[in-house]
């Protein structure tokens, strides 16, 4: 018999609304004792049944719902299902971008609470980041095996978050041979490279896809300076759309030094090329009290908040580096600048590029908002799934 998780009176709302996770202070009784990750079944005050889910007794949210469907159980083929759906929602992506590289799965928007799965070529590399989903770890990797039995399953859970689970963290390969590191993935017709083993995350940033081949409309005969490039990805698709010069700036070499090489496999012109490894915070104020001045500037820097305290300190953070790079832009250029803190809504994130521009002592025009590829769907029910927010700004 699973434990029974009841709910506190009206805390059903959100389930009912296929909300995915139940947190901890909504819960007026566990009925038995679940160990971590374990299976629960989750039940209103009135006694109606609201879902199925994993138990995580180290983590506020403190259970993440596998199904609303209560004739469903939760075993390997339901996994298979949840996989099959979220492949067959990309074909049309893969098709059109001519993807070797897409993420599979994310998470609760794919129905898989705590699971993210990234494919490049013929790796999936995986993430189990709840405690439900290290308890169905078996199950799971056995869906995706049935599921693509020729691919080799690489798991990079070597993340903090795994610990506010109560987990540790873990890497390694699960099936099949890996290929050597790095290796290259196709997307919309470049090489681009990626290490599962060593990269960021699970290697590559491919959620910025889309975002690439915009930026890349406003450089042409530009010069392009592509702040927090990790391996290039941005400075990539300029060089190829013919920017005049492109700079890629990080503070790690290993990124920096497969951006070099990413060029290289591509045969674009390395001449107009530059890999600086520093602080972008530095470099762009080294750039600005020097009066170099560029047509186009991305900024995409990595989370600046994991949680709600580190939201002032992430605005000021965003606000400063936005500041700094408009006054790095020549009159009439372009800004493409992102946020992938979640935490930071749509809004909150354009009324701090507008203080920037403000700051700055520049007139700033919003000409595109952008959002992730989608291949890293939002569920209906979970809007927590959007993330990655852009603005191109034309600066004056
Ligand atoms: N634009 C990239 C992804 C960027 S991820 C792409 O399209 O693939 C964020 C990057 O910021 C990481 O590569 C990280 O090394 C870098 N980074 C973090 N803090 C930095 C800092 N202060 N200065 C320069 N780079 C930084």
């Known amino acids: 018999m699973s434990a029974k998780i009841i709910l506190k009176k009206a805390r059903e709302k959100s ?7 139940v947190f901890s202070n909504g819960i007026e009784q566990v009925e038995g004792q ?31 719902i596998w199904t609303f469907e209560q004739t469903e159980t939760v075993d390997q083929a339901m996994f298979e299902r949840r ?78 978050v795994r610990k506010k689970e109560g987990l540790e963290p873990t890497q390694g390969l699960l099936h099949g041979e890996l290929p050597a590191q790095p290796m290259t993935f196709m997307e919309n017709g470049l090489k ?35 702040c927090f490039s990790y391996t290039g990805g941005f400075g990539t698709y300029a060089l190829r759309a013919g920017a005049a010069e492109v700079i890629n700036a990080d503070v ?3 990124a920096l030094a497969l951006a070099q090489q990413t060029a290289e496999i591509n045969q674009l012109d390395l001449s107009k090329l530059s890999n600086v490894e520093a602080d972008v915070f530095k470099l762009l104020r080294q750039y ?17 908040a994991d949680n709600k305290a580190q939201l002032v300190g992430a605005c000021r953070g965003y606000k400063d580096i936005n500041m700094v790079a408009m006054q790095c832009i020549k009159p009439g250029g372009v800004l493409l600048t992102y946020s992938c803190s979640g935490l930071m809504d749509a809004p909150l994130f354009q009324k701090i590029v ?14 595109q908002k952008l959002t992730q590829a989608a291949d890293h769907p939002i569920g209906c029910a979970y809007p927590e799934g959007f993330y990655l927010k852009g603005l191109v700004v034309r600066v004056w």
């Not at 389930?15 to 996770?21: A, K, Q």
């Not at 600005?288 to 600046?304: A, H, M, T, W, Y």
């Open 354 to 367: 507008a203080d920037a521009a403000l700051d700055a002592g520049r007139d700033g025009q919003i000409v």
């Open 83 to 160: 996989i099959a759906r979220a492949q067959a929602g990309r074909e049309h992506v893969i098709e059109q971008g001519g993807l070797t590289g897409y993420r599979l799965i994310a998470g609760e928007s794919d129905g898989l609470p705590g699971i993210t799965v990234d494919r490049f070529e013929n790796v999936l590399v995986c993430q189990l980041l709840s405690a439900g989903a290290e308890y169905q770890r078996e199950a799971f990797i056995n869906a995706l095996r049935s599921q693509f039995p020729e691919l080799t399953i690489y798991e990079r859970s070597d993340v903090d």
């Open 192 to 226: 681009l490279l990626v290490d599962v083993v060593s990269g960021h995350k699970t290697g590559a940033y491919i959620d910025q896809r889309d975002n690439r081949a915009i930026a890349a409309s406003y450089v042409k005969g530009k010069r392009v300076l592509n």
């Open 34 to 64: 679940p160990q971590q990750g374990e299976t629960v079944e989750v039940y209103a005050k009135d006694g109606r049944w609201l879902g199925r889910g994993a138990y995580s007794p180290k983590s506020q949210i403190r259970v993440r």
């Open 288 to 304: 600005r009290d020097s009066g170099e001045q560029f047509d186009v500037i991305v900024l995409d820097p990595p989370k600046f």
């Open 15 to 21: 389930l009912l609304r296929r909300h995915p996770w």
């Open 252 to 254: 790690s070499a290993p």
